[in-house]
């Protein structure tokens, strides 16, 4: 059952390596807005995306394969049919800590079978929304 309390999600976002799976180029997009905040609030960020070269200054991949990093938390800013194969990616790595999917985003089956590999797993959530409710100092 994917995470929904507040100290469980406080504790997914404690995590600070995320792969962003559908990041864009486009300033508009919650895809650039969300992770751009992320990367404003110390999160150290991989990009994903195989039509760009490079994203929040930083070299973009083609898939969560290729990410050569340690990875934490892998947010899923992609259409829900393409949930499976990236959770699939996911669970062929031995780093991954938790899947975020963005509002909008999930997949049952897929969530079911990230928790079953002892993932954690975020489903229909903002990451930028939970990080500023539940994180962010006031002050910032």
């Given at each position: 059952?994917?995470?929904?309390?507040?100290?469980?999600?406080?504790?997914?976002l404690?995590?600070?390596?995320?792969?962003v799976?559908?990041?864009?180029?486009s300033?508009?997009?919650?895809?650039?807005?969300v992770p751009?905040?992320?990367?404003?609030?110390?999160?150290e960020l991989w990009?994903?995306n195989?039509?760009?070269?490079?994203i929040f200054?930083?070299r973009a991949?083609?898939?969560?394969?290729d990410v050569?990093?340690?990875?934490?938390?892998?947010e899923?800013?992609?259409?829900?049919?393409?949930?499976p194969?990236?959770?699939?990616e996911?669970?062929?790595r031995?780093?991954v800590r938790?899947?975020w999917m963005?509002?909008g985003?999930?997949?049952?089956?897929?969530?079911r079978?990230a928790?079953?590999?002892?993932?954690d797993v975020?489903?229909d959530?903002?990451?930028?929304?939970?990080?500023g409710?539940?994180?962010?100092n006031?002050?910032d």
């Open positions: 059952m994917p995470l929904e309390s507040p100290d469980d999600l406080r504790r997914v404690a995590y600070d390596r995320v792969a799976v559908g990041a864009s180029t300033f508009e997009k919650a895809a650039h807005i751009a905040y992320l990367q404003r609030h110390g999160y990009p994903v195989p039509t760009a070269d490079e200054g930083r991949f083609d898939s969560l394969t050569p990093a340690s990875v934490d938390i892998v899923i800013f992609r259409p829900s049919e393409e949930v194969g990236i959770v699939g996911a669970l062929d031995d780093d938790a899947i963005q509002p985003v999930g997949d049952d089956d897929a969530a079978k928790e079953a590999a002892g993932i975020v489903q959530r903002c990451m930028k929304v939970e990080h409710q539940l994180v962010r006031p002050m």
